[in-house]
C-alpha cells in the first residue's frame, strides 16, 4: 500500500512515487471519484520515451475520457496490464493501481511536482 505522505502529486491528479530513478504513476482519488466508474484504460508501450508533459494514454469513464500526462523526461520499463483487463480496480483503490513504471532522465524535474500537503490544499481549491 502506499503512503501518501511519500508521493508527489500533479495538476492533472496523478500521483507519482520515486523509486531512485524510477517511478511509478497512477490517478489520486480526487481524480478518480470525479470521473466515476472507469471503464477503459489505453496504456502506452514499453520502452515508449516521452518528454514532460507529453500525453502517454488515455482513461476513460462513464463520464468522460481524459489523457493521461507524464510530469518528467523518460521511458516506460512496464505497464500495469491488469487495468487494461480490469479498469474498475482503480475506482476501488487508486493508490495501489499504478499504470506505469518510469525510467526517470531528469530527476530535477521531480522539484516542479506537489508535495502532499500542496496537493490537499490544490484540491481543496478545485473543489
Not at 10 to 15: F, K, V
Not at 17 to 27: A, C, F, K, S
Amino acid at each position: 500500500m502506499r503512503e501518501m505522505e511519500k508521493l508527489l502529486f500533479t495538476s492533472e491528479h496523478e500521483w507519482v512515487d520515486v523509486q531512485g530513478d524510477e517511478m511509478y504513476m497512477g490517478i489520486t482519488d480526487f481524480a478518480s471519484k470525479a470521473l466515476g466508474d472507469i471503464v477503459f484504460v489505453e496504456l502506452p508501450e514499453v520502452d515508449e520515451t516521452y518528454e514532460k508533459g507529453d500525453a502517454f494514454g488515455v482513461i476513460e469513464s462513464v463520464k468522460a475520457a481524459a489523457d493521461m500526462y507524464i510530469p518528467v523526461d523518460g521511458t516506460v520499463l512496464e505497464i500495469n496490464t491488469e487495468l487494461e483487463d480490469d479498469p474498475g480496480q482503480i475506482n476501488q483503490d487508486p493508490l495501489a493501481n499504478w499504470f506505469v513504471k518510469i525510467k526517470i532522465s531528469d530527476k530535477s524535474q521531480l522539484d516542479e511536482l506537489m508535495k502532499p500537503e500542496d496537493y490537499q490544499r490544490f484540491c481543496e481549491e478545485e473543489a
